[in-house]
């Protein structure tokens, strides 16, 4: 897995601002391994679907599901962030900015750096953009497996277990120091 120089991360980053609306930021974790980072280049688009794909579908008997160009990825209420440790990217996550609530989507870890605190980093991260953004609540379809690391980074189950694949959870920020 290649990494991405805080240079070329700059330029991407100066490509991107040029061409939409959204500003795009990093932002970082306290001893600056973690990045969240809204991937610009081609290959930081390229890293953050692979992660998801082989992660959250291949990885679940899921082949051929996943839909990279799927238009939601550019809406501009969604912001789409690859997670970077170290300048490599490490995980993802999706935040759905909806009315007064954020929704996480499509959150991972790469496989071989999970239970290792990288995840519960990026959820810190992921609600620091929330709480920027002026929104109280997070809400998440957490798949069924992930339901006790939620749980232990404060999220609560947010209405009746559907018996699916996945289980609605959210967090509400008011109640939660920063």
Known sequence: MSTLSHHERSKAV???SSTTNRMPRDITSEDGRCVLHR????AEWTHYHDL???ILYERRGRFGAYDASHPDEHRRENHPFLLLLDGIPAG????????????FRLVTIRENLQRHGY??????L?????????????RSHVHRTATGFYERCGFTRD???EGGETVLMGKDLAQTPS
């Open 14 to 16: 100066s490509r991107v």
């Open 159 to 161: 209405g009746p277990d």
């Open 119 to 124: 995840g519960r980093q990026m959820l810190a």
């Open 52 to 54: 998801r794909r082989a």
């Open 92 to 103: 993802t996550i999706r935040i759905d900015l909806v009315e007064d609530e954020a929704i």
């Open 39 to 42: 991937p610009s280049s081609e």
């Open 126 to 138: 992921a609600e620091k953009f929330v709480r920027e953004e002026g929104r109280p609540l997070i």
